[in-house]
Structure formats: C-alpha cells, structure tokens
C-alpha cells in the first residue's frame, strides 16, 4: 500500500475549509497536518520566508511579491476569502474630509504597503476618485511578507509605538485603511455611503475583489503531477459539504475570478509592488 503524501498546511477560520480541518472531506493519497496560526497572516509569512509550509491560504498580492522575487510557490485559483473594501478605509468621526481626493498631501496609515487590502484600497482611490497616490505618504507598521521586497519611496515606516487607531485619533493621521477588523466607534468611512458606493461600483465594474488564494511549493506540484488537481478537488468538495454562503459558495477556479484577480494585480504593478506587469496566468499552477 503506497503511504498517502504528507502536506503541512495552513488555512484560515473558514467555514468553507471545516471539512478539511475536520476530515470529512479527505483523500486516500493525502495526509493534511494543520498549522494554526493567529492572525492568519503570520502563516503567509512563514510561506514566502521558506518556513514549514507546504501548503498555505495566502494574500494574493503576497503570492505576487514572492513570485516576483524568485520565490519557489506557485498558487491554486482557490479564492478563499473575497469581500468589498470601500468601508475599510476609515477617518476620524469629526473628520473635515470630504471627497477622498483630499487625501492628497496627508498621511494614510496602513499595516503593511503590500497588504492586499490596502492595494485594493488604492487602485479604487485612483481609478474611481481621481486620486493621485503618489501625493499621499503611506505610513506602514510593519515590513513586506516578502523580506526583499522594500517599500516605494512615499511609504514610511511608523517607529512612534503607537497603533493605527492611536495615530488616527490623535491626529497624526488623516486616515487608515487595512484594519482586520474595523472597530466602528470614533471613526466613519472617508467615502461616503461606502457600503452602497462599493455595490454600485461592483456592478458597475462586474468585479467582487479576491483577496486570498492558495498557494503551494512549486517542488511538490512538480514531483506529484496529480497533486494539483487533487487538492482542488478536495477543496470544491470541502466548500460543497460546507453548505456556504454568499461569495464563500462561488465555484473555485479561474473562470468567475480572473477579471478581480487581474485587476488587483494591476493594481499591484501602477503601485510599484511588481518589477513588470503580470498576467493572471502565470501566478497558477497549470492543472
């Protein structure tokens, strides 16, 4: 009997990927050995820094830095979690702003640059509102994922000890964006009507933003050619089981994702996260 193929692998707090970390949805020729990580993103680190990841949920613009740099990943179109940003770029509750473009001129606090998020964030900015970004400073808590990749020259790094929120509301900050969670109290969206501007602009667009794919080490996929394809089949099935909902129950795979996904990445290139342009394609592993 030929031993199943043991992957080490990290997924979010999904209802869609329960089955897997449950196991009843499983294959004969795979063992998943689960790592936690909480937040979630420090999984995406241990990835692209050659850490003990097999498999790992990752921020798709963190896939396209490491890719870009030469790390040995390559990605499965799983989109395991999507949703609409509009609201996530925040100011003050007794803010003066107005239009986003005010931003212009002032400092925007953000976890990282390359946060997925924040790339979203501003490429609407830009496209949508006539942003020029590169008037904004983009004021960063931490570094890249990715240990090579450096900020562009407008980024700067925050060394004050102080949080997002901290320098919002001490106005320090004109706004932020890219908070995990965005805490309601003391603060409103700098767009206005957010959650209604972000559905027409969906429509408008047909683009619902992915924010985390699957990614996978390139040696692996390369060894076991069947490898790609089980792992998609076990996630479809894994989503089925789990009765989602919403965006979570879209069928996987390149079909309904690669207009967002191109989108974002460029996005990622008009903001200097990618050396050159890149197509969809080259980021996911042929199955």
């Avoid at 869609?16 to 294959?27: E, I, M, N, Q, T």
């Avoid at 200097?272 to 969809?280: A, G, I, N, T």
């Amino acid at each position: 009997m030929v031993e199943p193929l043991v992957l080490r692998i990290a997924l979010g707090k999904h209802d869609h990927g329960r089955p897997l970390k449950d196991g009843s949805v499983k294959s004969p020729r795979l063992k998943l050995e689960f790592e936690e990580f909480d937040p979630l993103p420090k999984a995406f680190r241990t990835m692209v820094r050659g850490g003990d990841l097999d498999v790992s949920e990752m921020a798709l613009t963190t896939h396209l830095v490491a890719v870009d740099l030469g790390k040995p990943i390559t990605a499965l179109p799983i989109p395991l979690w999507r949703r609409l940003h509009h609201d996530n770029l925040v100011c003050a509750a007794g803010s003066d702003l107005g239009d986003p473009a005010e931003l212009q001129d002032k400092k925007v606090g953000v976890r990282a640059y390359t946060q997925t998020t924040g790339v979203w964030i501003r490429g609407i900015l830009k496209s949508e509102y006539g942003v020029d970004l590169n008037r904004i400073t983009w004021v960063t808590m931490e570094d890249a994922h990715v240990a090579e990749y450096r900020d562009p020259e407008n980024a700067v790094r925050n060394t004050s000890g102080k949080g997002l929120r901290e320098l919002l509301l001490s106005g320090e900050l004109a706004a932020i964006m890219g908070e995990r969670n965005v805490d309601p109290a003391d603060v409103r969206p700098v767009i206005r009507d957010a959650e209604d501007a972000a559905l027409k602009w969906s429509e408008k667009t047909g683009i619902f933003p992915v924010n985390h794919i699957v990614s996978v080490r390139k040696e692996l996929l390369e060894q076991h050619p069947w490898l790609g394809g089980e792992l998609m089949a076990l996630f479809e099935e894994a989503r089925v089981k789990s009765g989602a909902k919403g965006t979570a129950a879209l069928p996987y795979g390149l079909g309904a994702t690669r207009k967002p996904m191109q989108t974002l990445l460029d996005y990622a290139f008009d903001q200097r996260l990618s050396s050159r342009p890149y197509e969809v394609d080259e980021l996911f592993w042929k199955i």
